[in-house]
């Protein structure tokens, strides 16, 4: 009898243990933690794709575009305060993505369009483009910043009053798509909204780069990266001269400058022609001598006049090469050289 009642007692406990075991095929391997009411909805905690050490926040659960789980300090404690973060992060992208396009932009036509309409350019000495880092931001007219806040308003209260209250609003959605260029799939929107936020996120690194560079070298973001702004041909010339290597100038640049060459020294020794018309001009022909001399000499005044006449018709011998002559020489030898230099790499 006192075997069967501790027999009893043994199976009422083990029965009541198995109560809380957990059956792993129910729960796909996952425990569920207590809670404290059934009206709780339990949602199994992942690893963040961003840090895969952590588990990622119960709000992240990947329906955002663009979510990965990354919230280290917990700033999203809510979903309302979750939403108000999207909406900031979604409006600082598409600024940022103007920003770098303009960044650069700026540093390559301001002060050409600055002179096409007689104002002056608001880049520095070094072509860097006005920011609180490089200063210069009192150039810019105020009217500028009164019409961005003003717009500003517009968009951020349209945003608010109009589009926040229709049905399926979600962050960043304002209804702008006034090329059609939004899929009408539901696959597409998700990857066009991936696509946005992801290169926005890009672009608010890249134009605190574009300061922070520019900021610490002192010179212009096309300088730094002009392979992306500037003629192929012009920057790997400049890369190589600045290493030390020997690149030859294009043919055609050698040969315009053999022609300027050729020009300058036409223009300190005169042609044959004119050469030989000065001297038939004061040497007269042999008849002419032969008959003057059997004409009666003419009396000495008029040969005293006659000689000066004919100073003042000879012009002066030419006197030793001058400095423009030398100089127009050698760059003939100059650029012959580089000729030869040119076809030995054809070679």
Same mark, same amino acid.
């Not at 400049?238 to 060459?261: H, K, M, R």
């Given at each position: 009898?006192?075997?069967?009642?501790?027999?009893?007692?043994?199976?009422?406990? $083990?029965?009541?243990?198995?109560?809380?075991?957990?059956?792993?095929?129910?729960?796909?391997?996952?425990?569920?933690?207590?809670? +404290?009411?059934?009206?709780?909805?339990?949602?199994?905690?992942?690893?963040?794709? #961003?840090?895969?050490?952590?588990?990622?926040?119960?709000?992240?659960?990947?329906?955002?575009?663009?979510?990965?789980?990354?919230?280290?300090?917990?700033?999203?404690?809510?979903?309302?305060?979750?939403?108000?973060?999207?909406?900031?992060?979604?409006?600082?992208?598409?600024?940022?993505?103007?920003?770098?396009?303009?960044?650069?932009?700026?540093?390559?036509?301001?002060?050409?369009?600055?002179?096409?309409?007689?104002?002056?350019?608001?880049?520095?000495?070094?072509?860097?483009?006005?920011?609180?880092?490089?200063?210069?931001?009192?150039?810019?007219?105020?009217?500028?910043?009164?019409?961005?806040?003003?717009?500003? #308003?517009?968009?951020?209260?349209?945003?608010?009053?109009?589009? @926040?209250?229709?049905?399926?609003?979600?962050?960043?959605?304002?209804?702008?798509?006034?090329?059609?260029?939004?899929?009408?799939?539901?696959?597409?929107?998700?990857?066009?909204?991936?696509?946005?936020?992801?290169?926005?996120?890009?672009? +608010?690194?890249?134009?605190?780069?574009?300061?922070?560079?520019?900021?610490?070298?002192?010179?212009?973001?096309?300088?730094?990266?002009?392979?992306?702004?500037?003629?192929?041909?012009?920057?790997?010339?400049?890369?190589?001269?600045?290493?030390?290597?020997?690149?030859?100038?294009?043919?055609?640049? $050698?040969?315009?400058?053999?022609?300027?060459?050729?020009?300058?020294?036409?223009?300190?020794?005169?042609?044959?022609?004119?050469?030989?018309?000065?001297?038939?001009?004061?040497?007269?022909?042999?008849? #002419?001598?032969?008959?003057?001399?059997?004409?009666?000499?003419?009396?000495?005044?008029?040969?005293?006049?006659?000689?000066?006449?004919?100073?003042?018709?000879?012009?002066?011998?030419?006197?030793?090469?001058?400095?423009?002559?030398?100089? #127009?020489?050698?760059?003939?030898?100059?650029?012959?050289?580089?000729? @030869?230099?040119?076809?030995?790499?054809?070679?």
């Amino acid at each position: 009898m006192k075997i069967s009642v501790a027999a009893l007692i043994q199976l009422a406990f $083990i029965t009541s243990a198995s109560a809380f075991v957990v059956d792993l095929s129910s729960t796909q391997k996952t425990c569920a933690p207590l809670r +404290m009411s059934n009206d709780d909805q339990y949602k199994p905690t992942k690893k963040s794709e #961003a840090l895969p050490f952590l588990n990622s926040p119960m709000l992240l659960d990947g329906t955002m575009a663009g979510d990965r789980g990354f919230d280290p300090f917990g700033f999203a404690d809510s979903t309302a305060r979750l939403t108000e973060f999207r909406e900031a992060e979604i409006k600082h992208a598409r600024l940022a993505m103007l920003a770098a396009a303009g960044w650069p932009l700026s540093e390559l036509w301001d002060k050409k369009i600055a002179s096409f309409l007689d104002l002056p350019p608001i880049l520095d000495a070094t072509n860097r483009a006005p920011s609180l880092l490089n200063g210069g931001l009192g150039k810019i007219n105020p009217a500028y910043w009164i019409g961005c806040l003003a717009i500003a #308003a517009a968009v951020e209260g349209y945003g608010i009053i109009v589009q @926040s209250k229709k049905e399926g609003y979600f962050p960043g959605d304002f209804g702008f798509d006034p090329f059609g260029l939004y899929p009408q799939d539901e696959k597409g929107r998700t990857d066009m909204r991936l696509s946005e936020i992801k290169h926005g996120r890009l672009a +608010m690194v890249a134009i605190t780069a574009f300061a922070a560079q520019e900021f610490v070298a002192g010179t212009a973001v096309i300088d730094h990266a002009a392979i992306f702004f500037k003629p192929i041909g012009g920057v790997l010339t400049d890369y190589f001269t600045q290493a030390g290597v020997y690149v030859a100038p294009p043919l055609e640049d $050698i040969q315009n400058s053999a022609v300027e060459a050729l020009e300058a020294v036409k223009s300190v020794v005169p042609p044959v022609e004119v050469v030989s018309e000065a001297v038939t001009a004061v040497v007269p022909p042999v008849d #002419a001598v032969s008959a003057a001399a059997t004409a009666v000499p003419p009396p000495v005044d008029v040969v005293s006049a006659a000689s000066v006449e004919a100073a003042a018709v000879v012009p002066p011998v030419p006197a030793a090469p001058s400095a423009e002559l030398i100089a #127009a020489k050698e760059r003939i030898v100059e650029l012959e050289a580089k000729l @030869s230099k040119i076809a030995e790499f054809s070679q």
